[in-house]
């Protein structure tokens, strides 16, 4: 076991704050990595509040961070994948029981015994529970490690490892939607995401958003049209076209408005998750044959699959820059929505 500085909360109404953390030493399987940015993510300060106790209760202290990108320092004897001084990313799982059928599925993410890479009992019993990447290092199984392509923006990528991979999947997962009309509701940290990926794959993408001031923004992140959703007669223009829904949005909202947006066979996955239930028309559902699905992370062969992708279509995304001295301040922004789009932290900050 060996110690790392990280920034910790110690109690649900607690500041994160500078603290010193137990890593377990690198075994056969793992790697070694010295984190060099990491993404917040709002399920952070969720985890941070204690706000999923019911479901996920926090136990303290918490080191949040499950988009990780930094370099590996050391691997261990049997590892094969990776080297010192390669790039390397880190998402929301880094244990699995690798038996289960959604393991051998290589849907890691529902196996009934993921390890989340913070908040989760830690195997290796180095601590109570994992930690996670507001840290200046992290130890991983090598399977839960992957490829970072050299060729992007490592601030930008670190968010791929969770926004990037919740919007790529269910686009991917869909099929071909080359020339097909998808929409995208929101455009915020998911939403974004979910535009240039549709945009990537050949989709017509069209946005939905309550904040008509957000439709340059839009179209300069690829989208070719944007819907006011408060706008009556623009929602009924669109009405029973779409092929794809995308619904990237948190609060509550009124999901049979964008499921009548939809087409014959047409399909709304929501990866957005509202507090309160939402209310589905049956009727919404049964005249056109529509679908309403969910999807959380992809597996990890997806998520490399994905990264490839961005490598290959220079996606990253749109990302401010902070200091780790300034993460309390972010998360109090965060839940105002102020940020385009995304928090990375530059953990060399944390040196300082």
């Known amino acids: 076991m060996y110690k790392a500085r990280a920034y910790s909360a110690a109690s649900a109404a607690s500041p994160l704050a500078l603290d010193t953390i137990p890593r377990r030493e690198t075994t056969e399987r793992d790697v070694q990595i010295e984190i060099l940015f990491c993404g917040v993510c709002h399920s952070d300060l969720h985890t941070v509040r204690d706000e999923w ?6 136990v303290y202290p918490c080191v949040p961070g499950h988009e990780i990108v930094g370099r590996i320092t050391r691997v261990g004897s049997a590892v094969t994948k990776f080297k ?6 880190v998402g929301c799982l880094v244990d699995s029981d690798h038996t289960c059928p959604s393991c051998q599925s290589n849907l890691e993410q529902f196996c009934p015994d993921a390890t989340f890479t913070y908040n989760s009992p830690d ?25 970072v392509p050299a060729t992007l923006d490592l601030a930008g990528v670190a968010p791929l490892l969770c926004a990037g991979i919740t919007t790529y999947s269910p686009i991917r997962r869909w099929g071909d939607i080359r020339g097909k009309k998808a929409g995208v509701v929101g455009l915020g940290g998911l939403g ?31 989208a070719h049209e944007v819907i006011v959703s408060t706008n009556a007669e623009e929602m009924q223009q669109h ?3 779409f092929d794809f829904i995308l619904d990237t949005i948190a609060a509550d909202h009124d999901i049979n408005a964008y499921l009548n947006m939809l087409g014959r066979d047409g399909t709304i996955t929501l990866v957005g998750a509202p507090e309160k239930p939402l209310e589905v028309s049956a009727f919404a559902l049964l005249f056109g044959r529509r679908s309403l699905s ?3 992370i992809g597996g990890i062969a ?30 109090e922004r965060l839940l105002k929505s102020d940020v385009k789009y995304r928090f990375s932290i530059d953990m060399a900050s944390l040196k300082g």
């Open 53 to 58: 106790n019911s479901v996920m209760p926090t």
């Open 84 to 89: 010192p001084g390669d790039l390397a990313g």
């Open 123 to 147: 195997k290796h019993q180095a601590a109570p529970v994992t930690y996670g990447g507001y840290s200046e290092s992290i130890v991983v199984d090598e399977r839960f490690v992957l490829h």
């Open 192 to 222: 974004h995401m979910g535009v240039k990926f549709a945009r990537a794959f050949g989709a017509q993408v069209v946005v939905f958003t309550t904040s008509p001031g957000k439709k340059e923004d839009a179209l300069r992140l690829g």
């Open 239 to 241: 009405a029973g076209t």
């Open 294 to 296: 969910g999807s959380i």
């Open 302 to 331: 997806e998520t490399q699959e994905m990264l490839d992708f961005c490598g290959q279509h220079n996606i990253t995304a749109d990302v401010e820059v902070i200091p780790i001295q300034k993460i309390n301040e972010a998360y």
